[in-house]
């Protein structure tokens, strides 16, 4: 029983840092997109992207806001994404169990 509430706890604590290590990761390009829009810089690009039959294009847009669209994407991903897990337990036989009567082979 304590193994399986250790390997419990281990798949927890993966979920729970991957959860938290794309929120600051989100977060930080966020950051940046927003420090780049007040900065005012400008570049010249083009990005498409299509998934499952909805489209997105920006075209000319400058690169912070670029890079707040993915900030706030990756944020989105981490809060929302489900990550379902099941621990299952199952009872322990002792490994000191024997037959009280050894079965009779007729040869």
Known sequence: ???SIG???ITVLSILSFKLSVLAV???ITKMGYDLLLKGVTGEFK???SISGAKADLVG???GLLFLLLG???IGFSVFKDK???TSTYPEVPLEFEA???PKLDI
């Open 1 to 3: 029983m304590e193994q």
């Open 7 to 9: 390997l419990h706890l």
């Open 26 to 28: 989100g977060y930080l």
């Open 47 to 49: 990005f498409k992207g």
């Open 61 to 63: 847009a400058s690169p």
């Open 72 to 74: 706030v994407f990756l």
């Open 84 to 86: 379902p897990f099941s």
């Open 100 to 102: 009280k009567e050894k």
